[in-house]
């Protein structure tokens, strides 16, 4: 077996190990109560007890048996849950040990083990450009080791990112009403439209991965940067105090304009940083408040 080969199923398995160690200790119940299923089905007739709804009468058996007898129901409880993840050419920048494809693929297999432990199914879409791969939603532990190899060792033809026809897609292929997690750096524009009719047919968390070394600039001199998906190079005075508060400025302008389009469209965003010590931690955070409001 290659070398890479090994490595790439050590780090898979380490994931899967912290992950799942995250999803028993600290989500444990909280995925159940904030994603509630479809509806309420039948389940049986059983026979009235003291503080039963008198609504829930099946007056047809009452009739029969002489006997008052209700109706109980069960919660319709299988999810899809769709992992959206940008394979761009940015997301494999990092600066602080973990790259961002990385810490993505650590977040996907956080929320595809809580969807499987829930017994619900969890798909994967990956874009850059386009939409380069759909993996249909199953269920089990090998499906979701699946996903995280794919995150971890695809090889995306296109080094752009296209929000707007990931986003798309996900409408075409999931009609019925889904969890989608956008996991992106959302270095893209002209997605807004997309991102409204995506949040009001399904329950869209979007899931911002950051490194600091976009937010704020070193004081490196002159330097040529590359931008990951155009190719194109820009030279920078990064020991100009001026220019540096001005990309910081402009960095801040984004995020704000970013989370304002979020908040518009009702959703709630989760910003996690490849430095974080605990990359899981915002994710449990937003799991904790909506489990509260629920």
């Known amino acids: 077996m290659p070398a890479l080969s090994r490595e790439l199923l050590k780090e898979i398995r380490r994931i899967e190990i912290v992950t799942r160690r995250l999803v028993n200790q600290q989500m444990a119940g909280q995925y159940h109560s904030v994603f509630k299923g479809q509806g309420m089905s039948f389940d049986e007739v059983r026979?009235?007890?003291?503080?039963?709804?008198?609504?829930?009468?099946?007056?047809?058996?009452t009739a029969r048996t002489g006997?008052?007898?209700?109706?109980?129901?069960?919660?319709?409880?299988?999810?899809?849950?769709l992992i959206v993840v940008d394979m761009s050419g940015s997301m494999a920048f990092g600066t602080q040990g973990d790259s961002k494809r990385r810490v993505a693929a650590r977040l996907a297999a956080m929320m595809a083990f809580s969807a499987i432990?829930?017994?619900?199914r969890v798909g994967l879409v990956a874009f850059a450009d386009s939409?380069?791969?759909?993996?249909?939603p199953q269920k089990g532990r090998k499906h979701?080791?699946?996903?995280?190899?794919?995150?971890l060792s695809f090889d995306p033809v296109g080094s752009g990112t296209n929000l707007r026809e990931a986003l798309e897609f996900v409408g075409r292929v999931t009609r019925r009403k889904s969890v989608v997690l956008l996991i992106s750096d959302f270095l893209d524009s002209d997605y807004e439209r997309a991102l409204h009719v995506t949040a009001r047919r399904?329950?869209?968390?979007p899931m911002t991965v950051v490194d600091p070394a976009e937010r704020v600039l070193p004081d490196l001199g002159l330097v040529m940067f590359e931008d990951a998906e155009s190719g194109r190079l820009i030279a920078f005075d990064t020991g100009s105090a001026s220019v540096r508060a001005g990309y910081q400025a402009h960095q801040?302008?984004?995020?704000?304009?970013?989370?304002?389009d979020f908040r518009r469209y009702?959703?709630?965003?989760?910003?996690?940083?490849?430095?974080a010590r605990d990359y899981a931690a915002p994710l449990v955070n937003y799991f904790r408040i909506r489990s509260k409001r629920s």
């Open 202 to 205: 399904h329950d869209l968390i």
């Open 131 to 136: 939409v380069e791969r759909y993996t249909p």
């Open 47 to 61: 026979q009235y007890a003291l503080g039963d709804d008198p609504r829930r009468i099946d007056w047809n058996v």
């Open 117 to 120: 432990k829930n017994g619900d």
């Open 67 to 81: 006997d008052p007898y209700v109706k109980t129901f069960v919660e319709e409880r299988e999810l899809t849950v």
């Open 144 to 151: 979701v080791l699946r996903i995280i190899d794919e995150i």
């Open 266 to 275: 009702g959703v709630s965003p989760i910003e996690v940083r490849t430095d």
């Open 252 to 260: 801040i302008e984004q995020q704000d304009d970013r989370d304002e």
